[in-house]
């Protein structure tokens, strides 16, 4: 029967074998598997305030990332360096002996959570399969959601969405809003829109449009009206993982070059048709009606 002290041993070479076949998985995959930054998503988030909300019992899952020591661990809090076995081991070793170790303390942001003391405790929880963990839990307020699957990627355009709430103040303006994007850049071709719209608005009423009252009528005339298309015909289940901001942006793509194509009457109901046919297709289908359409000599036979 192995000590307490060899266990231990044990315990963190499993963690390592882990955090080996973990690296693997995320090369395989071309996903990130590091820990988030706290100071990364601080200045790309713009976070405000900090609230202690007391020791909550926290799902271990949901600590995604750290304030100092996020090189040390990966995504999974498996240690990626040896040098932090000997501190890992008595963690692990008190938690053997039912000694009481005190809370962690974690830094809050939406669902997900941030270790500023306590690393190596998370980790043996992480190892061992504990669900949950006593926490101090301090709160940040971001402007945009931040869900427990964040990572480097989605940070970047969770980034851009805060700039542009705070260029636009849509979420002032309407706070029921939800514009979010799965891929970067996608905002700035969005405020290229508005201020499309809102140049359109003062050739209509020849006169000076704030841009507030711009972003507003966008948002009820051309992005909501779109979405509500996007809903009603479901279109949105034809392509998993992606959103209905995504799609307006696409399909506005769409009606862009239809009208190049077949002249300027082409409406917004029949672009979103003819994109959900042409693209939402599988790839044979699509062939087929991309080698139609060059047969034809035109895309606007529908």
């Known amino acids: 029967m192995e000590t307490g002290k060899e266990q231990t041993m044990t315990d963190f070479e499993a963690a390592r074998r882990k955090a080996f076949w973990n690296e693997l998985g995320a090369f395989l995959s071309g996903r990130p ?4 930054s706290w100071s990364e998503v601080r200045d790309e988030l713009d976070l405000r305030g900090l609230v202690h909300q007391g020791v909550q019992a ?21 240690p990626k360096q040896d ?11 008190a938690q053997y002996s039912n000694t009481n170790l005190p809370p962690v303390t974690l830094y809050k942001v939406g669902d997900a959570y941030f270790v500023v003391d306590g690393h190596h405790r998370v980790s043996v929880a992480r190892e061992r399969g504990h669900g ?19 990572d480097a990627v989605d940070l970047k355009v969770r980034g851009e969405y805060t700039r542009f709430l705070e260029r636009t103040q849509l979420d002032v303006l309407r706070p029921g809003q939800s514009v979010e994007f799965t891929t970067g850049g996608a905002y700035e071709c969005l405020l290229e829109h508005v201020a499309v719209h809102r140049h359109r608005m003062e050739q209509e009423q020849q ?35 992606r959103t209905e901001a995504d799609l307006y942006l696409w399909i506005m793509d769409h009606q ?3 009208r190049e194509q077949c002249g300027p009457d ?5 672009a979103v048709g003819h994109f959900a046919d042409r693209r939402a297709a599988p790839t044979f289908k699509r062939m087929v009606r991309a080698i139609r359409d060059w047969a034809a000599g035109s895309v606007c036979d529908w």
């Open 256 to 258: 862009h070059y239809l």
């Open 58 to 78: 926290v799902p271990v899952a949901k600590i995604i990332g750290s304030v100092e020591r996020y090189q040390d661990f990966d995504r999974a809090f498996m």
């Open 266 to 270: 082409v409406g917004t109901e029949r």
């Open 83 to 93: 040098h932090i076995a000997a501190r890992w081991r008595s963690v692990a070793s």
């Open 33 to 36: 598997n590091r820990l988030l």
């Open 132 to 150: 949950f963990v006593d926490a101090k839990v301090i709160e940040a307020e971001a402007r945009v959601p931040v869900t427990a699957d964040l």
């Open 207 to 241: 006169r000076h449009i704030p841009e507030d009252e711009a972003v507003c009528d966008w948002y009820d005339h051309s992005y909501l009206p779109l979405v509500r298309i996007i809903r009603e015909q479901e279109i949105l289940d034809r392509f998993p993982r």
